[in-house]
Structures are given as C-alpha cells and as structure tokens.
C-alpha cells in the first residue's frame, strides 16, 4: 500500500469515527504502528487532523475529506459516468458544473470531446465561438479547462472552501443570477427517494440549489454509493431533476423508485 493510499484510507476511518488509535490504524493497514504514528504526524503538519496522545481526532465536528482524498474512490465508476454525460452535451452549450470528485471528471471528459474544436459531424458548417461554454464554481476545474482554447470557462466569485475547492457567498450568487444554463451537472452527497439530492455543507447546497434553477436540464451524477443515503443539506428534490447518471451498483428497487418520481436513470 502507498504512502497515498494509507492515508485516504487513515481519513476515511477518521471520517467515519472522529478518532482514530495509532494500534487499531496499524492492525486494519497492516503496517507497523511507527509507520502509522509517521502518516498521522504528517497529515497533522497539512492540518488535515489533530494529533493526540495515541491516536488523532478529525477537525470540528462536521469533517469531510478534501477533495484530493476522495478522488480514488470509485475511480473507475466515476470515469464511466464522466464518458457518458460528456456524450450528452452538444457542441456550442453552456454547461454548469458544481464541485466535487465525479463532476471534476466531467470536465475532462468534456475536454477531452471537444479537443479539437466542435464536435460536428463531417461536413457540417464550422461556427464560430467557443465549442464548449463552462460555468463553474469550483476552482480546480476552472484551472483545468482555463488552458483548453476551444472551451470558454465563466468562473464565478465567492469565499473558496479548502476542502472541495468550490466557491460560496453572496459574489458566487450574484455571478449565476446573471446566467442561463442550457444544462448542469451537479454532483451530490446523498440520494433520498423522498427528500431529493444533498450535499454535507449548507453553503455549496444552495449554490448548487442556484445551478439548477438557472439550467433548461439538470443533471445528477454520483456513483452508487451514494443512493439512499442523506446529507446534512438539500440541494433540490427530485422534481427537478431530468437525469441521474450512475453506475451499474444501483439497486433495482432505488431504479423504479426513481422512475416513478419522474427521474430519468442511465447505468453505466
């Protein structure tokens, strides 16, 4: 196991406990305890936990990995979603993406499909303007697709969150009041049948509730995981969404049931 794998996985139990023993990390890494003690002085120094005698404990009371711990899970599910949807956009849209693991791919399957200008058919007129119009709040993807010439990227303002990298506020508001969507992509914490889709933080869920409301088409993608599970915020209910996009893990019953609240489901 890599030093980068051993600690996702050391923030991961963090997450899930608030407190993590140095003995207890060690038997379920199988590594030694001096390796443990080394990752959890280290992962102290980027302030991502607080050392105590024996062990750690998480930051606060609401931890949430950071972003960059959280991108190899369900890597390979991620990817598919990420092909699929990028397949859905047609050349000259503007696209709006939140931030989050699953929609940081969508960027780059999206830079990857117009990477050579608009995906026209053979034959077709060639248009002016950008092939590809993206407006985010996340600032990791603004970066990635900000040197992509035939993508024109629209970032909004706001306080940035260091642990997803997306920005909030009044500013991130302001921005997406003065826009129009033809569709967003919107990457969640939780799926409930009832109450809809969530996000952990209260912020990013009404920017995300934002995103929506000035898009033609919603889009949710999240990998399978997250179905019936509830986050601390709603970002919107299912009404309003056209399409969820996940993996093949989802279960039948959580299929129908979204069906008959009127949501699109593709599986890949």
Same mark, same amino acid.
């Given at each position: 196991?890599?030093?980068?794998?051993?600690?996702?996985?050391?923030?991961?139990?963090?997450?899930?406990?608030?407190?993590?023993?140095?003995?207890?990390?060690?038997?379920?890494?199988?590594?030694? #305890?001096?390796?443990?003690?080394?990752?959890?002085?280290?992962?102290?120094?980027?302030?991502?936990?607080?050392?105590?005698?024996?062990?750690?404990?998480?930051?606060?009371?609401?931890?949430? +990995?950071?972003?960059?711990?959280?991108?190899?899970?369900?890597? &390979?599910?991620?990817?598919?979603?990420?092909?699929?949807?990028? %397949?859905?956009?047609? !050349?000259?849209?503007?696209?709006?993406?939140?931030?989050?693991?699953?929609?940081? *791919?969508?960027?780059?399957?999206?830079?990857?499909?117009? #990477?050579?200008?608009?995906?026209?058919?053979?034959?077709?007129?060639?248009?002016?303007? &950008?092939?590809?119009?993206? $407006?985010?709040?996340?600032?990791?993807?603004?970066? *990635?697709? #900000?040197?992509?010439?035939?993508?024109?990227?629209?970032? /909004?303002?706001?306080?940035?969150?260091?642990?997803?990298? *997306?920005?909030?506020? !009044?500013?991130?508001?302001?921005?997406?009041?003065?826009?129009?969507?033809?569709? $967003?992509?919107?990457?969640?914490?939780?799926?409930? &049948?009832?109450?809809?889709?969530?996000?952990?933080? *209260?912020?990013?869920?009404?920017?995300?509730?934002?995103?929506?409301?000035?898009?033609?088409?919603?889009?949710?993608?999240?990998?399978?995981?997250?179905?019936?599970?509830? #986050?601390?915020?709603?970002?919107?209910?299912? %009404?309003?969404?056209?399409? +969820?996009? /996940?993996?093949?893990?989802?279960? &039948?019953? /959580?299929?129908?049931?979204?069906?008959?609240?009127?949501?699109?489901? +593709?599986?890949?």
């Amino acid at each position: 196991m890599s030093k980068h794998e051993r600690w996702n996985t050391l923030l991961e139990l963090l997450a899930a406990s608030g407190k993590l023993e140095v003995e207890e990390a060690a038997t379920a890494l199988d590594v030694s #305890a001096a390796t443990i003690r080394r990752d959890l002085d280290e992962l102290a120094e980027q302030q991502l936990l607080v050392r105590t005698r024996g062990g750690a404990v998480a930051h606060g009371v609401s931890y949430e +990995l950071p972003l960059r711990y959280k991108s190899t899970r369900h890597a &390979p599910e991620k990817r598919r979603i990420a092909e699929a949807v990028a %397949d859905l956009v047609a !050349p000259g849209e503007v696209v709006g993406l939140n931030g989050g693991t699953t929609t940081t *791919e969508v960027a780059r399957a999206l830079a990857l499909r117009f #990477a050579s200008g608009r995906a026209e058919a053979p034959g077709a007129a060639v248009p002016t303007g &950008p092939a590809l119009t993206v $407006v985010t709040n996340a600032l990791n993807i603004a970066g *990635e697709l #900000a040197v992509r010439p035939q993508i024109k990227i629209v970032t /909004t303002g706001g306080v940035a969150r260091p642990q997803t990298y *997306e920005l909030v506020g !009044p500013l991130t508001v302001g921005v997406l009041n003065e826009v129009v969507l033809d569709v $967003v992509v919107l990457g969640v914490d939780g799926v409930d &049948p009832e109450l809809g889709v969530m996000a952990h933080q *209260e912020d990013e869920a009404s920017i995300s509730r934002l995103f929506a409301e000035r898009a033609s088409r919603v889009v949710v993608v999240t990998d399978s995981s997250k179905m019936g599970r509830r #986050a601390f915020a709603r970002i919107c209910g299912l %009404d309003r969404i056209d399409l +969820l996009v /996940t993996d093949t893990g989802i279960a &039948p019953e /959580t299929v129908e049931q979204l069906t008959e609240a009127g949501v699109k489901v +593709l599986t890949v």
